[in-house]
């Protein structure tokens, strides 16, 4: 299952062998690769004729359109390393990934110039780069995109990939719940995820997928590569709208679905419609749908729900569940083996909770050290094993149940508890939008729970509202002792929250201990 050929390769050879297919949509615009590939030799040479070459890094802060693709191949044509920046970051966490990747040259649309700027003095970046600029007076320090974008098309850049294990990208971790580290990403590690991203999804000849994922993310970049391998295509969205995703699914006549983070609980929480299963979606595959959520789901949109599991570290894809058992992240894929461990590296038994380890049957598919990190493996790689920091369960099948994040885990009176499994209850609430859990230092029994709550707009909840709910729904220690209510939440490209900017003062929070009312044991 996995490939043997480069981006570069892959691109080349559909190009030759199926120049008029089409590869994305991009509003109106259909892209065939004959297009596709004149657009990228263009950029290739021209981006060359700059001195950007292979094994330079190359920072690239754009949006979701074909040009953020283009960009993508083009640098992969070239050798270059693609460092995608999420383009929500300003300010100190901006700097970070700029300090911290030391790019050679910046690639950024004009409307996050006025965010780099400030930040670029004192960083050794040699060339800049601004897309859709129509001042040019304005940014005469840096190059203009467009004009770049229209060198040699005739010939693509003479240099060629020495093999799979090449590094193509860097890619920073969400830091959901510590700083960002940078992951480098081979040919053979990013191809690898696109073609699992094909098994989970059953991909066919002339199906759809809506980009609407970041492509400065490995879920969006992922689906640029399958798009290569794959007679798919690609719908390119701006980004992920609720209100304007099942118009859009039917627009484009989608026939896959990827989903990430929250999303199935924030469709599930719009309104029913009469039009809720007009569309030709027939599979959505992911992370992060809850077994509360899961039947719903698939009755309400006809749509059949597979679940997988993976980190950007580990090629993105570690689990599939082919099978349809809810709940499940399935069993993994043939090239990993997969344990769950205790807090000594010993296999638990099935049913208990443990950390999931990991080890390649295919040499090259996990990240050997984070960037800037020589020793950065210590903590993770022990053995042989990539310990992940997720926790799950494993049943007597085999099949794989996902708990929550270790460093996200809550000890409340000698009880482990989830944080997502509290969220996921929460979540289930009709007048809950989103929650977060998190534990906070207890006088007494190690931490209490405190939860951030967003309602739905127009819908009233209160405090005692959301007590009553978790009551039976869950047992006497994982009910929180705090809520906050929150307007919104902070969030990484994968919808997924963001919990070391959430304000852990008790002062602000409703208590549930001081409010005098009793949970039922």
Same mark, same amino acid.
């Given at each position: 299952?996995?490939? #043997? +050929?480069?981006?570069?390769?892959?691109?080349?050879?559909?190009?030759?062998?199926?120049?008029?297919?089409?590869?994305?949509?991009?509003?109106?615009?259909?892209?065939?690769? #004959?297009?596709?590939?004149?657009?990228?030799?263009? &950029?290739?040479? %021209?981006?060359?004729?700059?001195?950007?070459?292979?094994?330079?890094?190359?920072?690239?802060?754009?949006? /979701?359109?074909?040009?953020?693709?283009?960009?993508?191949?083009?640098?992969?044509?070239?050798?270059?390393? @693609?460092?995608?920046?999420?383009?929500?970051?300003?300010?100190?966490?901006?700097?970070?990934?700029?300090?911290?990747?030391?790019?050679?040259?910046?690639?950024?649309?004009?409307?996050?110039?006025?965010?780099?700027?400030? !930040?670029?003095?004192?960083?050794?970046?040699?060339?800049?780069?601004?897309? /859709?600029?129509? &001042?040019?007076?304005?940014?005469?320090?840096?190059?203009?995109?467009?004009?770049?974008?229209?060198?040699?098309?005739?010939?693509?850049?003479?240099?060629?990939?020495? %093999?799979?294990?090449?590094?193509?990208?860097?890619?920073?971790?969400? =830091?959901?719940?510590?700083?960002?580290?940078?992951?480098?990403?081979?040919?053979?590690?990013?191809?690898?995820?696109?073609?699992?991203? %094909?098994?989970?999804?059953?991909?066919?000849?002339?199906?759809?997928?809506?980009?609407?994922?970041?492509?400065?993310?490995?879920?969006?970049?992922?689906?640029?590569?399958? *798009?290569? $391998?794959?007679?798919?295509?690609? *719908?390119?969205?701006?980004?992920?709208?609720?209100?304007?995703?099942?118009?859009?699914?039917?627009?484009?006549?989608?026939? +896959?679905?990827?989903?990430? =983070?929250?999303?199935?609980?924030?469709?599930?929480? $719009?309104?029913?419609?009469?039009?809720?299963?007009?569309?030709?979606?027939?599979?959505?595959? %992911?992370?992060?749908?809850?077994?509360?959520?899961?039947?719903?789901?698939?009755?309400?949109?006809g749509i059949t729900i597979r679940e997988v599991y993976g980190m950007t570290e580990t090629s993105c894809f570690t689990t599939l569940n082919r099978f349809g058992k809810v709940g499940s992240i399935g069993k993994p894929y043939p090239y990993f083996d997969m344990r769950?461990?205790?807090?000594?590296? $010993?296999?638990?038994?099935?049913?208990?909770?443990?950390?999931?380890?990991?080890?390649?049957?295919?040499?090259?598919? !996990?990240?050997?050290?984070?960037? =800037?990190?020589?020793?950065?493996?210590?903590?993770?790689?022990?053995?042989?094993?990539?310990?992940?920091?997720?926790?799950?369960?494993?049943?007597?099948?085999?099949?794989?149940?996902?708990? =929550?994040?270790?460093?996200? /885990?809550?000890?409340?009176?000698?009880?482990?508890?989830?944080? @997502?499994?509290?969220?996921?209850?929460?979540?289930?609430?009709?007048?809950?939008?989103?929650?977060?859990?998190?534990?906070?230092?207890?006088? !007494?029994?190690?931490?209490?729970?405190?939860?951030?709550?967003?309602?739905?707009?127009?819908?009233?909840?209160?405090?005692?509202?959301?007590?009553? @709910?978790?009551?039976?729904?869950?047992?006497?220690?994982?009910?929180?002792?705090?809520?906050?209510?929150?307007?919104?939440?902070?969030?990484?490209?994968?919808?997924?929250?963001?919990?070391?900017?959430?304000?852990?003062?008790? $002062?602000?929070?409703?208590?549930?201990?001081?409010?005098?009312?009793?949970?039922?044991?």
């Amino acid at each position: 299952m996995l490939s #043997r +050929k480069t981006i570069r390769e892959l691109l080349e050879t559909r190009a030759r062998e199926t120049p008029e297919a089409v590869y994305a949509i991009d509003g109106e615009t259909e892209i065939t690769f #004959r297009s596709l590939i004149e657009r990228v030799n263009r &950029l290739a040479n %021209g981006l060359n004729d700059l001195g950007i070459i292979a094994g330079q890094r190359v920072a690239v802060v754009f949006g /979701n359109h074909s040009d953020h693709i283009v960009t993508f191949f083009a640098l992969a044509k070239l050798g270059a390393i @693609w460092v995608p920046v999420n383009t929500k970051l300003r300010g100190p966490s901006l700097e970070f990934i700029i300090k911290k990747s030391a790019p050679g040259s910046i690639i950024a649309d004009e409307e996050y110039w006025s965010r780099l700027k400030p !930040i670029l003095a004192g960083h050794a970046v040699k060339t800049l780069i601004i897309r /859709n600029s129509n &001042l040019k007076m304005k940014f005469s320090e840096a190059f203009d995109f467009t004009d770049l974008a229209r060198g040699d098309a005739a010939l693509p850049p003479s240099y060629r990939v020495s %093999g799979m294990d090449d590094v193509r990208a860097i890619f920073f971790t969400s =830091g959901t719940t510590g700083p960002p580290k940078g992951a480098p990403l081979t040919e053979k590690m990013l191809t690898t995820c696109a073609k699992a991203a %094909g098994t989970a999804a059953d991909v066919q000849a002339g199906d759809v997928f809506l980009l609407w994922e970041p492509i400065y993310h490995t879920s969006g970049a992922q689906m640029c590569i399958l *798009a290569l $391998q794959e007679q798919a295509t690609l *719908a390119i969205v701006r980004r992920f709208s609720a209100s304007r995703f099942w118009d859009q699914i039917r627009r484009y006549r989608v026939t +896959k679905l990827h989903y990430l =983070g929250g999303v199935i609980d924030i469709l599930m929480k $719009q309104s029913p419609d009469t039009k809720d299963r007009d569309h030709a979606v027939q599979l959505a595959f %992911g992370a992060g749908c809850h077994k509360n959520v899961w039947k719903d789901f698939e009755q309400r949109f006809g749509i059949t729900i597979r679940e997988v599991y993976g980190m950007t570290e580990t090629s993105c894809f570690t689990t599939l569940n082919r099978f349809g058992k809810v709940g499940s992240i399935g069993k993994p894929y043939p090239y990993f083996d997969m344990r769950v461990v205790d807090d000594s590296d $010993q296999p638990v038994t099935a049913g208990n909770c443990g950390e999931i380890v990991l080890k390649e049957k295919e040499p090259g598919l !996990i990240v050997r050290e984070y960037l =800037g990190k020589s020793a950065g493996n210590e903590s993770v790689l022990k053995n042989g094993w990539f310990h992940t920091g997720d926790l799950a369960r494993c049943d007597a099948e085999g099949d794989f149940y996902y708990v =929550g994040r270790k460093k996200d /885990n809550i000890r409340r009176r000698g009880e482990n508890i989830s944080a @997502w499994e509290i969220e996921r209850i929460l979540n289930a609430h009709p007048s809950i939008e989103e929650s977060a859990a998190v534990g906070l230092d207890a006088e !007494i029994g190690e931490q209490d729970v405190l939860v951030f709550v967003k309602s739905i707009p127009g819908q009233d909840i209160d405090a005692l509202d959301v007590i009553k @709910w978790c009551e039976p729904r869950m047992p006497y220690y994982q009910i929180p002792r705090y809520i906050q209510f929150v307007d919104q939440f902070e969030k990484t490209p994968t919808q997924r929250i963001i919990k070391d900017l959430l304000s852990h003062d008790k $002062q602000n929070c409703w208590d549930r201990e001081a409010s005098g009312y009793r949970i039922q044991r």
